[in-house]
């Protein structure tokens, strides 16, 4: 495994524990700017509406929802300064006081290093309800 892999590897990681901490500060910093996600159903969007729907999330919530998950990374290729994941993941979010409702999918990511460091720019989720 090369250096560059280890580090998105990392990243991956990472966003997982600090979505399980409820700690949006550190998921944000592991996003480009100029990022973009598109799911099914809705328009795509950025960076700033990804925060924003986390934030909502959060204050709908009150205390916050109980957020877990695991992945499987499939395949992991660098080229350069660029980078792609296909990964599957499960996510599972209980709110306060509710009942766990699982999310799982496929995801095709896209990483870009910059000032030797990566970030997520483009990301397709197609996590749904799991039954």
Do not use: C
Request: no cysteine.
């Amino acid at each position: 495994m090369t250096e560059d892999e280890r580090a998105i590897r990392d990243l991956v990681e990472t966003w997982f524990v600090s979505s399980r901490r409820g700690d949006l500060a550190t998921v944000l910093d592991l996003i480009a700017d100029d990022a973009i996600f598109m799911v099914a159903g809705k328009p795509p969007f950025d960076k700033a509406a990804f925060a924003a729907a986390s934030r909502d999330a959060n204050a709908a919530a009150g205390n916050g929802p109980k957020v877990d998950g695991r992945y499987r990374i499939d395949e992991l290729r660098v080229m350069g300064d660029w980078a792609y994941m296909r990964n599957f993941i499960e996510i599972d979010v209980t709110p306060p006081g509710g009942d766990a409702v699982r999310r799982s999918g496929h995801t095709l990511t896209i990483f870009r290093k910059s000032e030797g460091r990566w970030q997520l720019v483009r990301d397709a989720n197609l996590v749904m309800l799991a039954h």
